[in-house]
């Protein structure tokens, strides 16, 4: 047996009920724990995520430098545009307005609370046949 194990990531935010609630939605989850500061939850292919409360909790400025980047989650998707529609629908918003350049077709976002997070296409395994 590992002498540590994977516990959860944990997003500080002001009100976890509500940043719960937008991530059990997009990764078609549930709860699986609340207390009066924490909310967790899991995706339905296991991933956990808890948010806790912190009323001086200050949202990231990425892509600006000041206060940047605390966290970045990436989420994997097969079809980026019906996954940016469900992001928006939910209360997410765009960070970039293309998609991001390099090796992977990708585009940046922050949850209601402004947590960035990506969403990333899923490469096929496998060459197209014929």
């Given at each position: 047996m590992s002498?540590?194990?994977?516990?959860?990531?944990?997003l500080d935010c002001a009100e976890p009920e509500k940043l719960a609630e937008f991530y059990k939605e997009l990764l078609d989850g549930r709860?699986?724990?609340?207390?009066?500061?924490?909310?967790?939850?899991r995706g339905v292919?296991?991933?956990?995520i808890a948010f806790r409360r912190d009323a001086n909790a200050t949202p990231p400025?990425?892509?600006?430098?000041?206060?940047?980047?605390?966290?970045?989650?990436?989420?994997?998707?097969?079809?980026?545009?019906?996954?940016?529609?469900?992001?928006?629908?939910?209360?997410?918003?765009?960070?970039?307005?293309?998609?991001?350049?390099?090796?992977y077709e990708e585009r940046g976002y922050s949850d209601p609370a402004g947590h960035s997070f990506t969403l990333r296409l899923v490469r096929p395994l496998a060459p197209k046949q014929g």
């Open positions: 002498l540590v194990t994977a516990g959860v990531v944990v709860v699986t724990d609340v207390s009066a500061n924490l909310v967790e939850i292919d296991g991933f956990r400025s990425w892509p600006r430098p000041e206060n940047s980047l605390q966290a970045h989650l990436d989420f994997l998707v097969e079809d980026l545009d019906e996954a940016e529609r469900r992001v928006v629908g939910l209360g997410g918003r765009p960070l970039e307005a293309r998609d991001a350049p390099g090796p």
